[in-house]
C-alpha cells in the first residue's frame, strides 16, 4: 500500500486522490489555502493532515512515501525540490516548471537525492495510446515518416482558462504552449520518437484584445446589454449560468465558485475575472501556436494549438511508407496504400 501526500486540493489534485484512492493508496497529508476545498478533500478522503500552506507540511516528520504536486505552475520547482529533500518520491503535474533553469534544479534534486520522479504526461498511458503504438509496431502504415497534430483547445475553454482564469498571464504561470500541449509535444516524440535537430514556432494573441471589443458591451457579461451578451461566444452567462440550469456541478463550474450553488456563481461573475468581458486586455498568452520539428533523419511533426476553436477530442495523423493512420482518442483509422 502507497501513502501519499496531496499538495493542491484543486480539480488536479482532487483527480490524482481519486485515481489513486480507488487503487488502494491512503491518503494522509494534503495541503490547499482555500478552506472550503481543504475541508472538501478532507471529508472526501479521511485524510488526518490538513494544511493551509504547502510548507507546513514539510515542517512535519515526513508524512507518506510520495506526494502529488498539483500546485500552481510558479510553484512546481520550489515544490518538488523541497519535498525530494525530505525524502518524498513525486508525481508531478505539468509543466516540470516555467523555465528551462527551475527543470534544471528539478533534474539536479532528484539525481542528488534519487527520488522517483514522474512527469503527468498522461496522454501516453490511456488504451488508445497504447493501441496506436501497437498498430505502429505491427507496421501497419510502413515506416512513419511525418505526423499531424491538432489541440482543438475550444473557445469557450479557451476563454475560461487562458483569458480569465489562472493561466492568463505568463509571468504569473507559464507560456500558453507549456500550460497547455506540453502533453501534446510529449505525444509527439512518444507516437515518433528519435532526435529532434530543428524546432521552429509561430502564434500569439490575435483575437483576444481590447480592439475586439463589441460595441456597447459591459466590463461584465451580467451588465451586457441582452443583445450584446446573447451575441458573443465568450458569453459568461452562457458557459457557466446555463451550464448550471442544464445540471451541471463540476468544472469548469467548481473553478469558478466552490460549493457551486446557484447564488455563488452569481456572486463569482458579478465579482470576480469569470465574469470579465473577454476583451479587457487583461491576458497575454497566445489563443493560437504552430510548431514545425525537424528530426536527424529527415522526418517531420507539427503540432497546431487553437484556442479559436470548436472544442473536441485531439486529432492525429500519422503518414508512413506503406500509408497512414488517422486517431481522434476513440478511434483508429488506418488507409494503406495497397488494399
Known amino acids: 500500500m502507497v501513502d501519499l501526500l496531496i499538495l493542491g486540493a484543486g480539480s488536479r489534485g482532487f483527480v490524482f486522490a481519486e485515481h489513486a484512492h480507488a487503487l488502494g493508496a491512503r491518503i494522509l497529508g494534503v495541503a490547499d489555502p482555500r478552506p472550503e476545498r481543504l475541508e472538501a478533500f478532507r471529508q472526501a478522503f479521511r485524510v488526518e493532515h490538513a494544511f493551509r500552506d504547502w510548507r507546513e507540511a514539510l515542517e512535519k516528520p515526513q508524512l507518506a512515501q510520495a506526494a502529488v504536486v498539483a500546485l500552481p505552475d510558479r510553484l512546481h520547482k520550489e515544490a518538488a525540490v523541497a519535498l525530494m529533500e525530505k525524502g518524498y518520491h513525486l508525481l508531478l503535474e505539468k509543466p516540470i516548471a516555467p523555465t528551462w533553469e527551475e527543470v534544471q534544479e528539478v533534474a539536479q534534486a532528484k539525481a542528488r537525492t534519487g527520488r522517483m520522479v514522474a512527469v503527468a504526461h498522461v496522454l501516453r498511458y490511456t488504451p488508445y495510446a497504447q493501441a496506436l503504438k501497437r498498430l505502429l509496431r505491427e507496421g501497419a502504415i510502413g515506416e512513419p515518416v511525418s505526423v499531424q497534430h491538432l489541440e482543438p483547445v475550444g473557445h469557450w475553454h479557451y476563454a475560461h482558462s487562458f483569458v480569465r482564469g489562472n493561466w492568463r498571464k505568463e509571468a504569473e504561470s507559464s507560456p500558453f504552449l507549456l500550460a497547455k500541449s506540453v502533453h501534446d509535444l510529449d505525444w509527439l516524440l512518444f507516437v515518433m520518437p528519435g532526435e529532434v535537430k530543428r524546432v521552429a514556432s509561430f502564434g500569439?494573441?490575435?483575437?483576444?484584445?481590447?480592439?475586439?471589443?463589441?460595441?456597447?458591451?459591459?466590463?461584465?457579461?451580467?451588465?451586457?446589454?441582452?443583445?450584446?451578451?446573447?451575441?458573443?461566444?465568450?458569453?459568461?452567462?452562457?458557459?457557466?449560468?446555463?451550464?448550471?440550469?442544464?445540471?451541471?456541478?463540476?468544472?469548469?463550474?467548481?473553478?469558478?465558485?466552490?460549493?457551486?450553488?446557484?447564488?455563488?456563481l452569481n456572486r463569482a461573475l458579478a465579482e470576480g475575472p469569470y465574469g470579465e468581458c473577454v476583451y479587457l486586455g487583461r491576458n497575454d498568452v497566445a489563443d493560437h501556436q504552430v510548431v514545425v520539428l525537424e528530426y536527424e533523419d529527415g522526418k517531420t511533426a507539427s503540432l497546431h494549438v487553437e484556442g479559436l476553436s470548436r472544442m473536441r477530442f485531439r486529432e492525429t495523423r500519422i503518414f508512413g511508407t506503406e500509408g497512414e493512420l488517422f486517431g481522434d482518442g476513440r478511434y483508429l483509422r488506418v488507409y494503406h496504400f495497397v488494399p
Do not use: M
Request: aromatic letters at 14%.
Open 204 to 264: 500569439g494573441l490575435y483575437h483576444f484584445r481590447p480592439e475586439g471589443r463589441p460595441k456597447g458591451a459591459a466590463d461584465r457579461c451580467l451588465l451586457c446589454p441582452e443583445a450584446v451578451e446573447r451575441a458573443c461566444p465568450f458569453s459568461a452567462r452562457r458557459i457557466y449560468l446555463e451550464a448550471y440550469q442544464r445540471g451541471e456541478r463540476g468544472w469548469p463550474l467548481d473553478v469558478v465558485a466552490y460549493p457551486v450553488t446557484w447564488e455563488n
